[in-house]
């Protein structure tokens, strides 16, 4: 099955784990605070010096709408899986 993500205008809140890496934790959209459970996670990109890499983490609200979270050092991107 093929998902389909749509760009979103929101807000991330994160929380440091206990190795100090930030997961994300709830998103803010439209004024409406949704808190949401990772999944997954990875890495995309170059790992080389210089290069823009991602984490992504593809999260779950309570009422199982999916999202996808890609933040690099200077952006935080959102959107919502559009599935069929």
């Known amino acids: 099955m093929r998902s389909e993500w749509l ?7 994160w ?12 998103i803010t959209l439209g004024g409406l605070r949704v808190a949401v459970e990772v999944e997954r996670t990875w890495i995309e990109g170059s790992t080389s010096a210089g290069q823009v890499s991602w984490r992504v983490f593809l999260v779950r609200d ?3 709408r999916s999202f996808r979270i890609r933040a690099s050092e200077q952006t935080v991107l959102v959107e919502a899986s559009q599935a069929p």
């Not at 760009?7 to 809140?13: P, Q």
């Not at 206990?18 to 709830?26: D, F, I, L, S």
């Open 7 to 13: 760009s979103l205008v929101a807000s991330v809140e």
């Open 15 to 26: 929380r440091s784990e206990y190795r100090g890496k930030e997961r994300p934790v709830a």
């Open 62 to 64: 309570s009422e199982g």
